[in-house]
């Protein structure tokens, strides 16, 4: 279970990013990039902390991305949160603070979602998919894989991984042994 400290950090540089995201965002556009800060902050999440916080982390920020522009209500929620939930499967066995896995994760969780986005917007007749907030889409893909691997790093205060925490995705199936028509 997730202590409270760590749910505060988390939402501090969440916010950082909504706020970065809403108030620079017009700045960028002027050279047709628009980076996703949340999304950065979405996998650095689920780097340093594992699956479980990116996922809970690109659920909660991309519900609030939603609702704060108003337009597809739950499209990024399902774009962000399995991306996060992947990208800390996926890095589980690499070190935490290596740059390039910072950056092919960033560009993995953007291309991922850019897909996920695309696919919704069309099948919900929603026209020409781009990333919600204009910009071209390579640009916007490399700049928020550029912040990822710029942040890594650093001890920004996210939780660690549990040592205990499953770093792969596994099956567990065990036969059941009967003895004499009963569970042994």
């Known amino acids: 279970m997730p202590r409270r400290r760590d749910i505060r950090f988390m939402a501090f540089f969440g916010l950082l990013a909504l706020l970065l995201q809403f108030s620079l965002g ?6 047709l990039v628009s980076p996703d800060w ?7 999440a689920a780097i340093k902390s594992g699956p479980y916080y990116g996922l809970g982390a690109g659920a909660a920020l991309g519900f609030l991305l939603d609702l ?4 597809w209500l739950g499209l990024r929620v399902l774009a962000y949160a399995p991306a996060a939930y992947l990208v800390g499967l996926w890095t589980g066995s690499f070190h935490e603070r290596h740059r ?9 969780t953007a291309g ?4 996920v986005q ?6 919900l007749g929603g026209g020409s998919p781009s990333l919600a907030g204009g910009g071209d889409t390579l640009g916007r893909i490399l700049f928020t894989a550029f912040w ?5 790093p650093y001890d920004l205060g996210f939780p660690q991984r549990p040592a205990g925490e499953p770093q792969e995705l596994t099956l567990v199936w065990k036969p059941l042994k009967m003895k004499k028509g009963r569970e042994a």
Do not use: P, Y
């Open 118 to 123: 695309s696919f919704w917007i069309t099948f």
């Open 148 to 152: 990822a691997a710029l942040l890594i």
């Open 68 to 71: 704060l522009s108003g337009r």
């Open 112 to 115: 991922f979602s850019f897909l």
């Open 38 to 44: 949340v999304l950065a902050v979405v996998t650095l």
């Open 26 to 31: 017009e700045f960028f556009r002027r050279w």
């Open 100 to 108: 390039l896995a910072g950056f092919l994760a960033g560009i993995f």
